[in-house]
C-alpha cells in the first residue's frame, strides 16, 4: 500500500464549537495523528470560553469569535450552527472569497440536519458553481456543548454527504476521505433525497415526542400518569428534552417534507385506530406482528457492524483503492489454467456443511466470494479446514447448523446471499446477512418473495428490498409450485435449498434453461432431484451423503482470456481443464456464432461435470444478432462479450438480458459508458445494447483509444476493460479494481504472463 504523504487540506476552519464541531475537531486531531488530513485547524465560537478550552486543549491553532479574523487561507470550512444561521455565514464567506482571502478552492460543508434550504442559499449566495456540498453525521449525545464532545463520536455512524450536479468530484473524494479517516461510514445523497429521509427516521420522531409530551403536560391528570410511567414513555419521550430552538429551526427549514410524514402518519394512525374501534382481530394481529419483525429487523441494521470485516483504522480505508495502469500489448500466448469455478466452489461448502460426513474438495476458489461461503458456515459451527485450494468439511447434517453470533457477512457474493436465504430460512434460530457496499444495493426480493409463499419470514431493507436481510428463525416451510419470472440460477437455486426442509414436493418453472450445478451437485450427494423441459422438484425431509468434489476451473474467468485470444495478436492461448457444464457454455457458443476460431480437447467428466481444455487462436469476428435462447448461458460473461463485439465487423445486437442490470452494477450501463469513453458507439436498450464495432477485415489494428473507466466495484467490468487494453492506442486506466480479488485473485499476473502490461496501483 502506498500510504498517502500530503494532508488532504491545508487549513480546516471549523465555525461552531458545541458537541458536533468540537468533536469533528478533537476527531481530526486524533485521526492525523496517523493519516495526514489537515495542516492546521482554526476555529470560530460566539462563546469565547469555548475558543480558550479549545486553544488549551491544543485542539486549534487559533480561534476567535469572528469569521473573518481566522478563516483566511483556510480550504475547508465546516459549519456546525444551527441551521438558520447559516445563510449568514454563506455571506461572510462569500464576501471573504470575494476579497480573495480565500482559496479559489475552497470547500464549504455543514453538519447540519437539513439540506434543500442550505443549498438554496448557497446558488443564490455563491451562484450556480457553488462549492458547497451539505455533510450530516447521523451521530449524537445526550449532552451539549464543548466539553461534551466525543473524539470518537462518528466511528460507525452514517455520514451523508449531499453533493449538487455541478459539485467537483475531487471535493467529493476529499470530504469522503476526510470522514472515513474519522471512522464514519459516508453515504452520497440528494439534498432533497436527505430531507425527505430526515422527516421520516428523525424529524416525524422528534415531533411526536414533542406532541405526546406536550399532550400529557396540558392532561388534567398529568402527575398520576407520569407517576406511572413505565421505561417505553421514558424512552420514546427522551428526545423531546432536546433543544427546542434547534428543533423549531429544523421544523421550520424542512417543512414541506415534514408535512408530508406527519399526514402519512395520521392517515396510517386512522387506519390503526380503525382496526381496534372494530375489533379487527386478525388484522390487529397481523399489523402489529409486521412491525415487531420490522423493528427487529431495524435493530439487526443498527448493530450489525462487524468490526473484523469493517475496520475503521485510518490505514484500512486507504487499502479499499486500487486501479490498475495498463499500456497497450498485442501479442499473446501461453497455456494457462484459470481459478475454480466460484459457482460450484460456493455450492461445494453449503452441501458439503449440511451433508452428513466428510466432504473434501480440490480446485477450491480462493477467491473472496467463495471464501464468504466459507466463513459463514464457519460461523455456524462447522468444521472447515482448508490449505490452498483444498477443502475439508466437516458435515453437521441437514440439522446441524448452529446459530451464528453475529451477522453473516457476505461481502460482494449475490450467491451467497441468495442461496444461503434459502438455508437460512428453514433453520431453528434468527439470522442476518450483510454484505459489502456493492452487494447492500442488488435486490433480494427476488429471493425474499417466494420463500415467503414458503411461509419464511423475511425483512429485506428500502423500497428496493436490499440487504441486510434479516431471517426470523423457527418457521414451518411448505412446498410450492413456482414459476420463475426470469431465468435465473440464483432463485432456482435458493428455492430447491429451501426445499430441502419444506412439507412436500416444491416443484420449480424455468422460462429458460440456466446453469444446473445445484441440481447437479445435490444429486452426487444422494439428494435426489429431478429435472425435464425447465421443470425441477425436490422433495423435502431427505438428507445429504458426504462426497469428494473437484471444482474445475471457472469458464467465467476463462472468458476474459478467451476474448484476449480472439481479439489479440500471437499464437493464441490454450486454457486447461475448464468446467463445460453444458448450462455454461454460452459465451463459447456466441463467439463461435462471430467467427472465432475455438477448438474442445481432452474432454472428460469429473463428479458429473464435464471438463475440457479450450484452444483460441486470433481470430476475425463478425457482427451477430445474439440469440436469446443462449442469453442465460452466458450472463456473467457479456461484459467481456461487449469487448469482442467492440472489435468485430458490423453491429452486435443483445436483447432479453435485463438480468444484466441488478448485478454487481447496471452491467449494461456502465459498460456502455466505459466502452464510450474508449471511443465505440454504442446504444443502450432497456434489456440489452446495441454494438457498432469497428473492426476491418484482414487487419488488427487499434480499436479502442485511451481513457479513464470506473468500474464501479464490478469485477468484471474492470477485467473486460483490461481485456480491451491488447487493441488499445493508448494506456488505460481502470479504477475499483480491488473488487477482482471477489473472483480472480491472480487476474493482473496471469494476464501479464500471456502478453498484457497490468500495473496494480494501491491508492
Known amino acids: 500500500?502506498?500510504?498517502?504523504?500530503?494532508?488532504?487540506?491545508?487549513?480546516?476552519?471549523?465555525?461552531?464549537?458545541?458537541?458536533?464541531?468540537?468533536?469533528?475537531?478533537?476527531?481530526?486531531?486524533?485521526?492525523?495523528?496517523?493519516?495526514?488530513?489537515?495542516?492546521?485547524?482554526?476555529?470560530?465560537?460566539?462563546?469565547?470560553?469555548?475558543?480558550?478550552?479549545?486553544?488549551?486543549?491544543?485542539?486549534?491553532?487559533?480561534?476567535?469569535?469572528?469569521?473573518?479574523?481566522?478563516?483566511?487561507?483556510?480550504?475547508?470550512?465546516?459549519?456546525?450552527?444551527?441551521?438558520?444561521?447559516?445563510?449568514?455565514?454563506?455571506?461572510?464567506?462569500?464576501?471573504?472569497?470575494?476579497?480573495?482571502?480565500?482559496?479559489?478552492?475552497?470547500?464549504?460543508?455543514?453538519?447540519?440536519?437539513?439540506?434543500?434550504?442550505?443549498?438554496?442559499?448557497?446558488?443564490?449566495?455563491?451562484?450556480?458553481?457553488?462549492?458547497?456540498?451539505?455533510?450530516?453525521?447521523?451521530?449524537?449525545?445526550?449532552?451539549?456543548?464543548?466539553?461534551?464532545?466525543?473524539?470518537?463520536?462518528?466511528?460507525?455512524h452514517k455520514l451523508i454527504l449531499c453533493p449538487d450536479n455541478h459539485s467537483d468530484a475531487k471535493d467529493i473524494q476529499k470530504l469522503q476521505a476526510l470522514w472515513q479517516a474519522l471512522g464514519a461510514d459516508v453515504v452520497l445523497m440528494s439534498s432533497d433525497r436527505h430531507d425527505q429521509v430526515l422527516a421520516y427516521t428523525s424529524h416525524l420522531p422528534h415531533l411526536l415526542a414533542f406532541s405526546l409530551t406536550h399532550q400529557l403536560a396540558e392532561h388534567d391528570d398529568n402527575l398520576d400518569i407520569l407517576r406511572y410511567a413505565a421505561g417505553g414513555f421514558r424512552d420514546?419521550?427522551?428526545?423531546?428534552?432536546?433543544?427546542?430552538?434547534?428543533?423549531?429551526?429544523?421544523?421550520?427549514?424542512?417543512?414541506?417534507?415534514?408535512?408530508?410524514?406527519?399526514?402519512?402518519?395520521?392517515?396510517?394512525?386512522?387506519?390503526?385506530?380503525?382496526?381496534?374501534?372494530?375489533?379487527?382481530?386478525?388484522?390487529?394481529?397481523?399489523?402489529?406482528?409486521?412491525?415487531?419483525?420490522?423493528?427487529?429487523?431495524?435493530?439487526?441494521?443498527?448493530?450489525s457492524h462487524d468490526t473484523s470485516h469493517h475496520s475503521s483504522t485510518h490505514q484500512d480505508i486507504y487499502m479499499t483503492n486500487q486501479s490498475y495502469h495498463i499500456k497497450p500489448a498485442q501479442s499473446i500466448l501461453g497455456t494457462i489454467t484459470v481459478p475454480g469455478d466460484k459457482s460450484i466452489s460456493h455450492r461445494s461448502i453449503m452441501f458439503g456443511s449440511l451433508a452428513d460426513g466428510v466432504t473434501k474438495v480440490s480446485?477450491?476458489?480462493?477467491?473472496?466470494?467463495?471464501?464468504?461461503?466459507?466463513?459463514?458456515?464457519?460461523?455456524?459451527?462447522?468444521?472447515?479446514?482448508?490449505?490452498?485450494?483444498?477443502?475439508?468439511?466437516?458435515?453437521?447434517?441437514?440439522?446441524?447448523?448452529?446459530?451464528?453470533?453475529?451477522?453473516?457477512?457476505?461481502?460482494?457474493?449475490?450467491?451467497?446471499?441468495?442461496?444461503?436465504?434459502?438455508?437460512?430460512?428453514?433453520?431453528?434460530?434468527?439470522?442476518?446477512?450483510?454484505?459489502?457496499?456493492?452487494?447492500?444495493?442488488?435486490?433480494?426480493?427476488?429471493?425474499?418473495?417466494?420463500?415467503?409463499?414458503?411461509?419464511?419470514?423475511?425483512?429485506?431493507?428500502?423500497?428496493?428490498?436490499?440487504?441486510?436481510?434479516?431471517?426470523?428463525g423457527g418457521q414451518s416451510l411448505t412446498a410450492i409450485d413456482y414459476t420463475l419470472p426470469v431465468a435465473s440460477a440464483q432463485i432456482k437455486s435458493c428455492l430447491i435449498l429451501a426445499a430441502l426442509w419444506a412439507k412436500g414436493t416444491t416443484t420449480i418453472t424455468e422460462p429458460e434453461i440456466s446453469r444446473d450445478h445445484t441440481e447437479r451437485m445435490l444429486n452426487a450427494f444422494n439428494y435426489p432431484v429431478h429435472s425435464k423441459d425447465g421443470v425441477i422438484t425436490v422433495t423435502g425431509g431427505g438428507r445429504l451423503t458426504a462426497c469428494d468434489i473437484i471444482v474445475p476451473a471457472d469458464i467465467s474467468s476463462a472468458a476474459f482470456f478467451m476474448v484476449l485470444a480472439a481479439i489479440g495478436q500471437g499464437e493464441g492461448l490454450t486454457i486447461k481443464k475448464v468446467g463445460m457444464n453444458p448450462t455454461r457454455t454460452g459465451v463459447i457458443d456466441i463467439l463461435t456464432l462471430m467467427g472465432a476460431d475455438i477448438s474442445i480437447t481432452n474432454e472428460t467428466v469429473v463428479g458429473g461435470e464435464p471438463i475440457a481444455d479450450i484452444i483460441v487462436k486470433p481470430s476475425q469476428l463478425m457482427g451477430i444478432d445474439i440469440p436469446e435462447h443462449l442469453v442465460p448461458l452466458a450472463i456473467d460473461e457479456f461484459p467481456v462479450l461487449f469487448v469482442a463485439a467492440s472489435c468485430a465487423i458490423g453491429k452486435t445486437t443483445l436483447t432479453g438480458a435485463k438480468e444484466l442490470r441488478v448485478k454487481e452494477s447496471d452491467r449494461i450501463a456502465v459498460m456502455a459508458e466505459g466502452l464510450t469513453t474508449l471511443g465505440i458507439e454504442c446504444e443502450v436498450l432497456d434489456d440489452g445494447m446495441i454494438i457498432h464495432g469497428k473492426g476491418k477485415a484482414g487487419e488488427t489494428t487499434a480499436i479502442f483509444g485511451g481513457g479513464v473507466i470506473e468500474s464501479h466495484h464490478d469485477h468484471r467490468i474492470a477485467m473486460s476493460f483490461a481485456v480491451a487494453s491488447v487493441r488499445a492506442s493508448d494506456d488505460i486506466i481502470i479504477h475499483g479494481t480491488q473488487t477482482v480479488n471477489t473472483s480472480f485473485p491472480n487476474f493482473a499476473n496471469l494476464a501479464n504472463q500471456v502478453g498484457l502490461n497490468i500495473q496494480v496501483i494501491d491508492e
Open 1 to 156: 500500500m502506498n500510504k498517502i504523504r500530503q494532508p488532504i487540506f491545508d487549513q480546516i476552519c471549523v465555525v461552531g464549537l458545541g458537541l458536533i464541531g468540537a468533536s469533528f475537531v478533537q476527531a481530526l486531531v486524533q485521526a492525523n495523528q496517523d493519516t495526514p488530513l489537515m495542516r492546521r485547524i482554526v476555529a470560530v465560537d460566539s462563546n469565547e470560553r469555548s475558543i480558550r478550552l479549545a486553544c488549551q486543549a491544543g485542539l486549534i491553532a487559533e480561534g476567535h469569535t469572528d469569521l473573518s479574523q481566522v478563516a483566511q487561507g483556510s480550504d475547508l470550512i465546516v459549519l456546525a450552527t444551527p441551521v438558520q444561521s447559516i445563510p449568514k455565514l454563506f455571506a461572510q464567506i462569500h464576501a471573504l472569497s470575494t476579497l480573495k482571502k480565500l482559496p479559489e478552492h475552497c470547500i464549504i460543508s455543514d453538519v447540519g440536519s437539513t439540506k434543500a434550504d442550505l443549498l438554496q442559499a448557497a446558488r443564490q449566495i455563491f451562484g450556480q458553481h457553488h462549492r458547497f456540498i451539505g455533510g450530516h453525521p447521523i451521530a449524537g449525545a445526550e449532552n451539549s456543548g464543548f466539553e461534551a464532545r466525543k473524539g470518537d463520536l462518528f466511528v460507525r
Open 363 to 472: 480446485g477450491f476458489l480462493q477467491g473472496e466470494d467463495a471464501l464468504a461461503t466459507l466463513q459463514a458456515f464457519s460461523d455456524m459451527g462447522v468444521k472447515i479446514e482448508r490449505e490452498g485450494d483444498q477443502v475439508v468439511i466437516h458435515g453437521v447434517g441437514i440439522d446441524g447448523l448452529n446459530a451464528p453470533n453475529k451477522p453473516l457477512y457476505m461481502g460482494n457474493s449475490g450467491t451467497s446471499m441468495r442461496l444461503l436465504a434459502g438455508i437460512l430460512s428453514a433453520q431453528q434460530f434468527d439470522s442476518v446477512m450483510t454484505g459489502d457496499v456493492s452487494l447492500s444495493k442488488r435486490p433480494m426480493e427476488r429471493v425474499a418473495k417466494p420463500l415467503r409463499q414458503m411461509g419464511a419470514i423475511i425483512q429485506s431493507t428500502g423500497e428496493k428490498g436490499t440487504a441486510p436481510l434479516s431471517i426470523t
Open 236 to 303: 420514546f419521550s427522551r428526545i423531546a428534552a432536546s433543544d427546542p430552538q434547534m428543533w423549531h429551526d429544523i421544523f421550520l427549514a424542512n417543512k414541506t417534507a415534514i408535512l408530508q410524514a406527519l399526514d402519512e402518519f395520521s392517515a396510517h394512525l386512522g387506519e390503526f385506530r380503525q382496526l381496534i374501534h372494530q375489533e379487527q382481530s386478525q388484522s390487529l394481529l397481523a399489523w402489529l406482528g409486521k412491525s415487531r419483525d420490522v423493528r427487529r429487523h431495524f435493530g439487526h441494521m443498527l448493530t
